[in-house]
């Protein structure tokens, strides 16, 4: 039941989104913002009962953040950044940064771990922090993600 309404809310901000006139990279925030809003209020409304209204909420925000970033941040921000992320999780110690900054755009940001530990099957897993800034402005999330067999990072919350 809790997942059905994880999932309806996900799926109302991003047709939200997609229904607005906007392009491609809004789009992509938004759902990405979605997203990461709706795990955040899952973790922090976990074990309230009004958990499933900060699920709402967060994906409601994230969303919005999600799209504003979405707006400025072109293919080549969005490798930069995600390859940060991968970089970050997969070799930096607890507390240090993995930075990127795009000479073209003057967009960048960092993403550091905040705490390693064995997931219940053995998988490494890491919390972090990512901050990214577009445009003098800076929006930050916070994350949990565990290596798969593949040696992938998966995003779990």
Known sequence: MMYLRFLAAILSVSLMASCAQTGPKEQAGAAAGAVTGAALGYGLGKGHRDQTAAIVLGAFLGGLVGQRIGQQLDAADQVMARDSVGYALEYNPTGVASNWRNPDTGNGGYTFPTRTYGSPDGAPCR???????????????????????DGSWKIVN
Do not use: K, L, M
């Open 127 to 149: 919390e972090y922090t990512t901050t990214v800034t577009v445009g003098g402005q800076q929006q930050s999330a916070y994350g949990t993600a565990c290596r798969q067999p």
